[in-house]
């Protein structure tokens, strides 16, 4: 997965720059259904973020349906949007 750094001087806070990023993914870019997504520390690392706004933007997703955490990473969900959010 490929995440652009996140742009320290919108207004937007820094993970829910990078949970809209996860979110606005083409359907082309999504990962399948139960693939496992990069350590959040690696994340991080790729964002230039401390990997506590990474783990922050993945609850955020969770709640939302659409990540799966397991005991050992988070997977993608069925429930990934089909299109954008309009805002």
């Not at 606005?24 to 999504?30: F, K, N, V, Y």
């Not at 520390?41 to 783990?55: F, R, S």
């Not at 955490?69 to 089909?82: E, K, N, Q």
């Amino acid at each position: 997965m490929q995440i652009p750094k996140v742009n320290r001087n919108e207004s937007t806070s820094l993970h829910e720059q990078v949970a809209a990023e996860i979110r606005r993914r083409s359907p082309r870019e999504r990962p399948p259904r139960g693939t496992r997504l990069p350590p959040a520390v690696d994340l991080a690392a790729v964002l230039g973020v401390n990997k506590n706004t990474v783990i922050l933007a993945l609850h955020i997703l969770r709640d939302e349906g659409v990540l799966d955490f397991t005991r050992d990473a988070a997977r993608a969900s069925s429930a990934l949007p089909s299109a954008a959010p309009s805002s």
